[in-house]
């Protein structure tokens, strides 16, 4: 079945991120990851999950995306704002600062992306990685698995 991307605006992907983080279920295996601090996290993108070499933290300096799957991935990347919850940012629509955008990097199947991050870009909070493209039938990818949470201590 083929499917294509739509490409969502920052209110909508601040909604989706703020998502990310109160969903049950999540793209890669928490077992898996390390806590260890990593100056470069590589994201693998697959269809439809991310796995990380290891959580970011605030020493973090880039984030590589690599998309091994079949059809486009984008990574979202935001902390959701302190005193804000899923409901709310869903409310607002990922405006009243309930999330801020760390970053947004897309790579085609077979690609790879950067986000560089200055020192001290992650601060200590929540937040989620996750995939707002949609497929063929309108499902957002992160409703497919393709999302992540961690928190920056």
């Known amino acids: 079945m083929e499917r294509r991307r739509q490409p969502l605006t920052l ?29 470069t996290v590589d ?22 995306f690599e998309n091994v799957g079949e059809e486009a991935h984008e990574l979202i990347f935001a902390r959701i704002n302190e ?23 897309v790579a085609q199947p077979g690609g790879k992306a950067k986000k560089p991050l200055e020192v001290g870009e992650l601060k200590p909070g929540n937040y989620a990685m996750v995939c707002a493209f949609r497929t063929k039938d309108g499902e957002p990818h992160y409703s497919l698995g393709q999302q992540q949470e961690f928190v920056v201590e």
Do not use: H, N, Q, W
């Not at 005193?83 to 990097?105: F, W």
């Open 43 to 64: 994201v693998t993108a697959a269809d439809y999950s991310f796995d990380l070499s290891a959580t970011p933290t605030a020493d973090t300096k880039e984030i590589t």
């Open 83 to 105: 005193g804000y919850t899923l409901e709310d940012a869903i409310k607002a629509e990922g405006g009243k600062g309930t999330a801020k955008l760390v970053g947004r990097v």
């Open 11 to 39: 209110a909508a992907a601040l909604v989706v991120l703020a998502l990310a983080l109160f969903a049950g279920a999540c793209g890669g295996d928490d077992d898996e990851e390390t806590t260890a601090s990593a100056e």
